[in-house]
């Protein structure tokens, strides 16, 4: 099944990476949304659990390994066509995860990968949609008092 214009939704990962008070951001390289900056992330593969598909897309995209922390939450998108029918539906799971070696490079789907003071996530331009207010929104409810800070210096 090919990833445009789809029979069925796509089943995703997406790695929040936080390390310090920073959070890796990634342009994605290929459609939908290219361009754009993003979270690290790619498709599930057939009998791959969520958390390996999680760590195999970071380590493919970034060379980074990561420690899952948390899982964020779900989400549903979906890209239609100048005609309305639907050109990419992804359900797609986020985890929170912390780097645990490798070296950063962009690769594979993504054309650059960069660390971004959570402080300026939501000035980055163009971001997908929701992106900016989830990755604050999962820092927050993994260590509260550490976001709350966070935000004080904006």
Request: aromatic share 6%; hydrophobic share 40%.
């Amino acid at each position: 099944m090919g990833r445009e214009y789809p029979l069925r939704p796509i089943v995703g990962v997406g790695a929040i990476i936080i390390e310090n008070e920073n959070v890796l951001i990634v342009r994605r390289g290929q459609p939908p949304r290219m361009g754009a900056w993003s979270i690290p992330g790619g498709g599930v593969h057939l009998g791959e659990d969520l958390e390996e598909a999680c760590i195999r897309e970071v380590k493919e995209e970034t060379g980074l390994d990561v420690e899952i922390l948390s899982e964020g939450r779900v989400l549903n998108r979906v890209t239609r066509d100048e005609w309305g029918r639907v050109q990419f539906h992804y359900v797609l799971i986020d985890f929170v995860c912390r780097p645990t070696g490798g070296v950063l490079q962009a690769a594979s789907d993504i054309s650059e990968a960069t660390w971004v003071p959570l402080s300026e996530v939501s000035s980055l331009s163009p971001m997908t949609s929701g992106t900016a207010e989830f990755i604050l929104e999962s820092v927050t409810a993994l260590n509260p008092l550490s976001q709350q800070n966070s935000r004080e210096s904006i």
